[in-house]
């Protein structure tokens, strides 16, 4: 064998290492741009209740954003998606509005720990969601339009009004197209379904399930 050959193969060698260390750079950058990026982020302070889960209500959520009535579209949007894709019993969302006035609960105000529990018992409610739209804009990014929104949503307990699951979900439109390679999300109805249904699905798979599931 000549001296050359073990060269070669060095060199070989050499040139596999810097690919597959490009390659893990490459995946590892991907990676950090999607977890930064944010898939919903669940905590489980608390398990859920033992017994089966039938009936769930979903509160008027707050706005803490800038953006005209982000609460009532993403509240909106919740609510079908929740009804679509999992098979709870949720309360109408007039019956809770009613249950809101009757305990002078006004816009924006968030329900006391005793409120949360009448308000459970009048709809009949094993469970109660909350939601808060901490941040949400419509902008134009490098001459397309983006959407921003940052959402945090609970699962309470009824009877005793704890929060059960915190999620925390971060979003920008343009994410879809550079990390998911799906289309430009440029509004917050369309950002606020697509982060609703990610949402929805992390409960699902974290053991969220309703009665006769």
Not at 18 to 24: A, N, S
Not at 168 to 182: A, I
Request: glycine share 8%.
């Amino acid at each position: 064998m000549s001296t050359q050959e073990p060269s070669r193969h060095r060199h070989a060698a050499h040139r596999l290492c810097r690919t597959l260390l490009l390659l893990w750079m490459t995946l590892t950058a991907g990676c950090t741009t999607f977890v930064d990026g944010g898939g919903p982020q669940l905590q489980q302070l608390s398990p859920l209740p033992t017994k089966d889960i039938c009936r769930v209500a979903v509160l008027p959520f707050l706005n803490e954003s800038n953006y005209t009535q982000a609460d009532l579209i993403v509240y909106k949007i919740f609510m079908a998606e929740f009804n679509t894709s999992t098979t709870f019993q949720v309360s109408q969302e007039g019956d809770v509005r009613k249950a809101f006035r009757q305990l002078q609960i006004y816009p924006q105000q968030k329900p006391s720990f005793d409120q949360l529990r009448i308000l459970a018992d009048r709809l009949g409610a094993q469970l109660l969601i909350t939601g808060t739209v901490n941040e949400a804009g419509e902008v134009t990014a490098g001459g397309m339009p983006n959407s921003h929104l940052v959402l945090t949503l609970q699962i309470i307990d009824a009877q005793s009004g704890r929060t059960l699951w915190n999620t925390y979900h971060k979003r920008d439109g343009q994410e879809y197209q550079k990390v998911m390679h799906f289309g430009l999300v440029a509004t917050i109805s369309g950002l606020a379904r697509r982060m609703c249904r990610e949402i929805i699905a992390a409960w699902l798979e974290g053991g969220l399930k309703a009665c006769g599931g």
